[in-house]
């Protein structure tokens, strides 16, 4: 038996999803989709600083038209910024932009808290 539960973040080759359900031995992306458990591999997750949930890539560098604009989990750096933060279409491009390139708020954890070692 696995320990899977809804709201694990699940990784199977280049695909990751989050657990909607867990059915026997597979775990559900949604209704109608889901893939063997024993197939998926548990992905860490950590508190992201802007959404503050517990996502997967919670605590990787984005960069938004070339500027650091601190850590945060892939939903947020994809909503957050025209660009995407290169999520989509790569960075974009500063020439492109009429306003000041200073973000106005660092999304980061100030301490590595949740880092024991
Ligand atoms: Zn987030």
Redesign the pocket.
Known sequence: MSDWKVGDYAEIEDLDFKVVAVLGEFLMVDEVHGYKAEACRKMETSE?G??H?Q?PH?RQERHSFGVYVGK??D??AYDGYRDHCGLEDGQGDPQDLDEDLEPEEYYEMGLDMVEYF
Do not use: G, L, Q, Y
């Open positions: 992201c802007r959404c949930e996502k919670a945060m989990c939903d947020c």
